[in-house]
């Protein structure tokens, strides 16, 4: 009995000269990686799964993937509230039922973009009660505000050892819904606010992430105006630059070991289509303050299969979507290798100016 158990406690040892300690193995403490997903709307067509199954069940097929960043941004795409007046003369207005921010939290959602084309659907009441249920679950925004120095106002918030501000502008109609000195409503993406608030936010952070909401909906490639803002956004100090509004995926540029993600497409979005397929979990982990890894999960996020409860792709059909994503940010040299149903970028490679 003694000889077995100094046989174990010496393959033990062995085991444990070989591997490491538990401590060397964990991440240095300036390396963070951030999760950045597309649209999130949990009204409409979700309500009632939530309702009925529980604020976790959006999330649950995906948690294992935003477990392992230090921080999760999406674009939230409703007010989150009962309360105000649909606004006229829009084809889509969206809301969420309280319940939607305990599925933010549930799903580990640290910031949200709040700059969007939906923020303002059902007015100032609705924005109010979103900004207070975000406050109160401890969920950060930046985006929109009761005025505009708030709609502009980054998030500043910690991961790991560093620190992050992050920025959300709209440049989607409608414009009535652009915040004013004396009018709530969400940031207009004007070059002359994009610049001097990613200049003013720079001293203050370690690391500063960008929202735009823009493009053109179902547009499989970024328009121009998307791609000189994306890079003069970087030239102005921005680390990484995240898009959304087409609800499908667009382009990935790696520009000046920066990364602009023109649009996630959709995450967990209340509407059925067969137009809105595929979307990815985009992890970009950074040493310090340089971009050392990114990895793309691509994602089922068409309701008739999944019924908002996004699913990590394998085999075939994730090939399928990375092999997308690699044609399409072809003429940026951008480029994924697939390994483990997972697209893993070559940092070394890039559009020019790099």
Known sequence: ??????????????????????????????????????????????????????????FISVLPVLRQAHLVIGNLESPISSRGTAVENKKFTLRAAPEAVEALKAAGVRVVALANNHTMDFGPLALQDTLKALGENDILYSGAGMNLDDARAPAFLKAGDLTVAFLS?????????????????????????????????????????????????????????????????????????????????????LYRGRLIAYSLGNFVFGSESDKTNTSIILLCTFKGKSLVRVEAVP???????????????????????????????????????????????DLTAGAPGN
């Open 1 to 58: 009995m003694h000889d077995r158990k100094a046989f174990v406690l010496v393959l033990g040892f062995v085991l444990l000269a070989a591997t490491g300690t538990a401590a060397d193995r964990q991440p240095p403490h300036d390396e963070v990686t951030i999760a950045a997903v597309g649209d999130i709307m949990l009204g409409h067509r979700a309500g009632p799964y939530l309702a009925r199954e529980g604020p976790d069940y959006p």
């Open 169 to 253: 502008y709209s440049l989607t109609f409608p414009v009535e819904f652009y915040a004013s000195a004396g009018r709530p409503g969400t940031a207009p993406g004007y070059r002359e606010f994009v610049k001097r608030d990613i200049e003013n936010a720079r001293p203050r952070a370690d690391l500063v992430v960008v929202s735009f909401h823009w493009g053109a909906e179902l547009m499989t490639t970024a328009k121009d105006y998307q791609r000189e803002l994306g890079r003069h956004a970087i030239d102005w100090g921005a680390d990484l630059v995240l898009g959304h509004h087409p609800h499908i995926l667009q382009e990935l540029e």
């Open 299 to 345: 994602l089922d996020v068409n309701n008739y299969r999944v019924a908002y409860q996004p699913r990590v792709l394998a085999g075939t059909k994730a090939e399928s979507v990375l092999g997308e994503i690699n044609a399409a940010s072809a003429r940026f040299r951008t480029r994924l290798t697939i390994r483990n149903d997972r697209g893993i970028m």
